[in-house]
T-cell receptor, first 109, second 111 residues
Framework: DAKTTQPPSMDCAEGRAANLPCNHS???????VYWYRQIHSQGPQYIIH???NNETNEMASLIITEDRKSSTLILPHATLRDTAVYYC??????????FGKGTRLHILP | NAGVTQTPKFQVLKTGQSMTLQCAQD?????MYWYRQDPGMGLRLIYY???????DKGEVPNGYNVSRLNKREFSLRLESAAPSQTSVYFC??????????FGEGSRLTVL
């Protein structure tokens, strides 16, 4: 089973920040949090990952709580092209990488 | 998605037929994965290979066999296709920084 829990769907107005939550209450100390998104029927695309510090790149920001039991992916200025399914996973090393059902994000014009 | 090449991109089979999905990488990475995605569903791991010559079962391995004969290629075989195996199949590798990089997918229909 997936080690993460995400809401099945969310809406966000275009131009606003989209905040996607992920619960990973059983995460262990050496497991990283990874985020991917999947647009239509394309292969998932990597967005960002982190261990315990907050991370930012050109696509998004990742906020990890101090206890590491949850995280939030932030898309700072959502556009229609950000409509996708977003997956949060936790993993360490090249092990069995399990995806959950993800969050379907709808960007509203 | 240069770097991970899947063939064929589309295939229609009749129940009971066999076929092999091929995945090849030119990124020289150790780990390779096969996932399936049914319409409206998330990805489910079929098999993975941490290195050349090794394979492990994922969440849904029944009905499939895999082969990792060299570092570059990881094939997925359906010995006797069933309609329940109609799906989109994705091959992926892990990059040096740990993230998965996916191929474009292979769309299989079993009649």
């Amino acid at each position: 089973d997936a080690k993460t829990t995400q809401p099945p769907s969310m809406d966000c107005a275009e131009g606003r920040a989209a905040n996607l939550p992920c619960n990973h209450s059983t995460i262990s100390g050496n497991e990283y949090v990874y985020w991917y998104r999947q647009i239509h029927s394309q292969g998932p695309q990597y967005i960002i990952h982190g261990l315990k510090n907050n991370e930012t790149n050109e696509m998004a920001s990742l906020i990890i709580t101090e206890d590491r039991k949850s995280s939030t992916l932030i898309l700072p200025h959502a556009t229609l092209r950000d409509t996708a399914v977003y997956y949060c996973i936790v993993r360490v090393g090249d092990d069995k990488i399990i995806f959950g059902k993800g969050t379907r994000l709808h960007i509203l014009p | 998605n240069a770097g991970v090449t899947q063939t064929p991109k589309f295939q229609v089979l009749k129940t009971g037929q066999s076929m092999t999905l091929q995945c090849a990488q030119d990124m020289n990475h150790n780990s390779m994965y096969w996932y399936r995605q049914d319409p409206g569903m998330g990805l489910r791991l079929i098999y993975y290979s941490a290195s050349e010559g090794t394979t492990d079962k994922g969440e849904v391995p029944n009905g499939y066999n895999v082969s990792r004969l060299n570092k570059r290629e990881f094939s997925l075989r359906l010995e006797s296709a069933a309609p329940s195996q109609t799906s989109v199949y994705f091959c992926a590798i892990t990059r040096n920084t740990g993230e998965l990089f996916f191929g474009e997918g292979s769309r299989l229909t079993v009649l």
